[in-house]
């Protein structure tokens, strides 16, 4: 099961941020799933591989009507679209309205997310990490999380969004896992990391101190990592600024953060499978099986049901922020390109032709 939940509590802590980061540094390949039901920001901040804005009504409402009638998880691809830098995404919903459409269906979708990455057809498997938003005591995205390997909240580091993000942890542990006090929580799944958004500087002496108040709080979470509060590159992310978006202290410490989740929690996100594969798919090398121009191994004999829309991106091929399947369209830096060639060129519409979605934080 490879399924990573991103959320937050309350305020505007930068989750679609840094779930756009997470997945294009993502060491396998990665589906970003925007399952908000406040609505989804994707089709606001981005443009499609073609350089036409994103279509609202091909992602999770589409996936809505599918699901009704039960999905398959390889169906996911079905519903998704691809941004200039090549990441594969669903996008959200277009208003919280339509969030009624998906009554009583937010666990079945979790379950497909879930099942990608094991799915029996190599040219699909994919780990979903998903948005799910603000995640509330009566959000139905909550619905997701049993199916999921891992919940990372962000948020920020004022008091009274650190106390708040404590309480969260706490009332999802008790009612994903039946409590903590006994150590049960650290346990289950998925298991509870908080993602604190911050300066650099001083995020490892706040790191400690907010480990400190997780554990004394009895929460089951603990702090996996730091996300730079980096404005500039978030634009570079998003294309509204010019400029090394690898370089930048937002790509930098994402990089981090896939490093450490990878490292610590590496039975939650992987699973077993043939030689040479992780997650159920299998591990890909620059110029072997997968890389770009190459042809998608063929499904397997006797396979139905399985006919995607489009091709998923080829996974593990590495791409300008290190490790990742993400890599940008033919406007963005090409890798060791001279001084003076890094900035990301406007598209076709006028627009930048950027590797990603997530701009200032939301």
């Not at 993502?26 to 989804?40: F, I, S």
Request: glycine letters at 16%; aromatic letters at 2%; proline letters at 10%.
């Amino acid at each position: 099961m490879a399924l990573i939940a991103i959320a937050a509590d309350k305020g505007a802590p930068g989750v679609t941020t840094t779930a756009v980061a997470l997945a294009a540094l993502w060491p396998r390949r990665a589906l970003l799933a925007e399952a908000d039901p406040a609505g989804g920001d994707l089709i606001y901040r981005s443009v499609g591989g073609n350089g036409r804005p994103l279509d609202p009504g091909t992602g999770i409402l589409s996936l809505a009507a599918t699901a009704r009638r039960g999905i398959a998880a390889e169906q996911l691809w079905d519903h998704t679209q691809r941004l200039a830098g090549g990441l594969d995404v669903i996008v959200g919903l277009a208003s919280a309205e339509q969030a009624a459409g998906l009554t009583g269906q937010w666990s079945g979708l979790g379950k497909a997310f879930a099942e990608l990455a094991q799915s029996p057809h190599q040219e699909a498997a994919a780990d979903v990490i998903a948005d799910l938003g603000r995640l509330g005591p009566d959000s139905p995205a909550v619905a997701l999380l049993p199916h999921a390997a891992l919940l990372l909240l962000v948020t920020r580091t004022r008091p009274e969004q650190l106390a708040r993000v404590r309480d969260r942890a706490q009332a999802l542990s008790g009612k994903l896992h039946g409590g903590s006090r006994s150590g049960a929580a650290q346990l289950g799944k998925p298991q509870i990391g908080v993602v604190l958004l911050a300066d650099p500087q001083q995020g490892a002496r706040i790191a400690g101190q907010v480990n400190e108040m997780l554990i004394a709080g009895h929460t089951g979470a603990r702090v996996v990592g730091l996300v730079a509060d980096d404005p500039a590159g978030a634009d570079m992310l998003a294309g509204r600024r010019r400029g090394r978006v690898d370089k930048s202290l937002l790509v930098r410490s994402a990089r981090k953060i896939v490093s450490d989740l990878q490292q610590n929690f590496r039975a939650e996100l992987t699973s077993s499978g043939g030689p040479g594969q992780t997650g159920g798919h299998p591990v890909q090398h620059p110029g072997g099986a997968g890389a770009p121009g190459s042809a998608p191994p063929p499904a397997p004999e006797g396979a139905q049901g399985y006919a995607p829309r489009q091709p998923p991106a080829p996974g593990g091929v590495a791409g300008p922020y290190g490790p990742g399947p993400y890599a940008p369209g033919p406007s963005g830096p090409a890798a060791g390109s001279a001084p003076g060639e890094h900035g990301w060129q406007p598209g076709a519409q006028g627009t930048g032709a950027p590797p990603g979605a997530a701009g200032a934080p939301r």
